[in-house]
């Protein structure tokens, strides 16, 4: 069979099928699974379950009883549905997470009504990641209808939830179970909006922690009498701003992060906490604030350890001491993730570039996403290292108000997804 012939059929098959493409990106919308606290997983996770179940795959629903924020309100409910082929072969597993972050303020669409105008599918979800979900899953129907399921190896679907909040009881805790490992499964393509034409290999690290400065409590009118941690702390400010974040701004790294600003190591302040709480009456008491807390988000690449990030936050602190030796403070790590990068010439990369190269007409830009992911999960519990990201939808309208998925976008997409799946399952032998 001619590869190219064959692929051309499927493709036109795909573009047959754009509103079966939009009808379950809507679908996936109108089900506000909203994280936290986790609205509704068992609801969108049975839409893809069914769905696949009448295409001859075996679903399994997976609750990670027990994990991570899995309450009988809001249980954690995965789904993974597995079509064996009718040969041996690689298996081949499409990974999206139903999980939203809520709508937030300043649409102009309702978020959850999946509007479709100008060519676009409006709504929380459609971009990050429903609409990639929905192009996965026309691409494996299209596939499996245009060969009549004749296919070597397996193919997967996964759904899961809580990857905005970290994943724990969705895909990390399905790898701790073996499905994110081989032999089970081989090569992963996630379908997060990074671009129809990019391939992204990874993400940088997180490290969040929480600083305490604790300080001595006096009456605010005798405040030399105490000893103030807002002052402290606005101390410790003031050096990363001189001394931090000029170095974090030079480095450079080999990690081809999307966008260009991001293509450094990063660090944001995520709240800041300091003093006595307003009374009923909208006035703190006055007294010389005993501790202020700041919770920092530094955002890492590949050329540096966790330990040297955090050692110079700590080398801040010390060097702070010498100026002020009664200085108390407290770090407390509180989330932790290692940048990772897959091979540029791993089998999925390049499978994936030499279909967007035959669908888009031009080549693929190797990219690395500026925040983490469920690829951590996969690669390090899983210990599967063939797995990127690769999906329609533009990057940063994830979480914005008004988020919209071009259809065009996700037609094209499930083009690339259906000819890589394909490629792969017969090992590039075509
Ligand atoms: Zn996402």
């Given at each position: 069979m001619d590869a190219s012939d064959f692929l051309h059929r499927l493709f036109a098959r795909i573009d047959d099928r754009t509103d079966a493409i939009v009808d379950l990106t809507r679908d996936l919308v109108r089900i506000p699974t909203v994280n936290p606290p986790g609205e509704a997983y068992g609801d969108c996770a049975r839409l893809l379950g069914d769905r696949l179940a009448r295409r001859g795959f075996a679903v399994e629903y997976l609750r990670a009883e027990g994990g991570l924020a899995d309450s009988d309100r809001y249980p954690r409910i995965n789904v993974v549905a597995r079509r064996e082929g009718t040969g041996p072969g690689p298996c081949v597993h499409f990974n999206g997470h139903i999980d939203v972050v809520e709508a937030g303020r300043g649409w102009?669409?309702?978020?959850?009504?999946?509007?479709?105008?100008?060519?676009?599918?409006?709504?929380?979800?459609?971009?990050?990641?429903?609409?990639?979900?929905?192009?996965?899953?026309?691409?494996?129907?299209?596939?499996?209808?245009?060969?009549?399921?004749?296919?070597?190896?397996?193919?997967?679907?996964?759904?899961?939830?809580?990857?905005?909040?970290?994943?724990?009881?969705?895909?990390?805790?399905?790898?701790?179970?073996?499905?994110?490992?081989?032999?089970?499964?081989?090569?992963?393509?996630?379908?997060?909006?990074?671009?129809?034409?990019?391939?992204?290999?990874?993400?940088?690290?997180?490290?969040?922690?929480?600083?305490?400065?604790?300080?001595?409590?006096?009456?605010?009118?005798?405040?030399?009498?105490?000893?103030?941690?807002?002052?402290?702390?606005?101390?410790?400010?003031?050096?990363?701003?001189?001394?931090?974040?000029?170095?974090?701004?030079?480095?450079?790294?080999?990690?081809?992060?999307?966008?260009?600003?991001?293509?450094?190591?990063?660090?944001?302040?995520?709240?800041?906490?300091?003093?006595?709480?307003?009374?009923?009456?909208?006035?703190?008491?006055?007294?010389?604030?005993?501790?202020?807390?700041?919770?920092?988000?530094?955002?890492?690449?590949?050329?540096?350890?966790?330990?040297?990030?955090?050692?110079?936050?700590?080398?801040?602190?010390?060097?702070?001491?010498?100026?002020?030796?009664?200085?108390?403070?407290?770090?407390?790590?509180?989330?932790?993730?290692?940048p990772t990068m897959t091979e540029a010439d791993a089998p999925v990369v390049r499978a994936l570039e030499g279909e967007i190269l035959r669908v888009l007409g031009r080549p693929a830009t190797h990219v690395v996403s500026p925040g983490t992911y469920d690829q951590k999960h996969i690669a390090r519990i899983g210990h599967l290292h063939d797995c990127v990201a690769y999906g329609p939808g533009i990057l940063d309208l994830a979480h914005q108000p008004d988020e919209f998925i071009d259809i065009a976008d996700m037609v094209d997409s499930a083009k690339v997804m259906a000819a890589t799946a394909y490629r792969l399952l017969h090992r590039n032998n075509l």
């Open positions: 102009t669409e309702d978020p959850f009504a999946a509007t479709v105008r100008d060519g676009r599918v409006y709504g929380r979800g459609t971009c990050d990641m429903k609409g990639g979900i929905a192009a996965a899953v026309v691409a494996v129907e299209a596939l499996l209808d245009e060969t009549g399921g004749h296919l070597p190896g397996a193919l997967e679907i996964s759904g899961t939830v809580d990857e905005e909040s970290g994943g724990f009881a969705g895909v990390a805790w399905l790898a701790q179970k073996g499905h994110f490992s081989p032999p089970r499964v081989d090569h992963v393509i996630i379908p997060e909006p990074l671009h129809k034409d990019c391939v992204c290999l990874g993400h940088r690290g997180v490290y969040w922690a929480e600083v305490e400065v604790k300080g001595r409590t006096a009456h605010g009118s005798m405040p030399f009498l105490g000893r103030s941690a807002i002052r402290g702390m606005a101390d410790f400010l003031a050096r990363v701003e001189r001394d931090l974040y000029p170095r974090l701004d030079a480095r450079e790294t080999a990690m081809p992060v999307i966008p260009e600003g991001a293509r450094r190591s990063t660090l944001n302040f995520n709240s800041l906490h300091g003093g006595q709480d307003e009374g009923a009456d909208g006035l703190p008491s006055p007294m010389v604030a005993d501790s202020c807390r700041l919770v920092l988000d530094r955002r890492f690449l590949i050329e540096e350890s966790l330990d040297d990030v955090k050692g110079e936050i700590v080398a801040l602190l010390e060097a702070m001491r010498r100026d002020r030796p009664a200085l108390d403070y407290t770090i407390r790590d509180m989330m932790t993730v290692l």
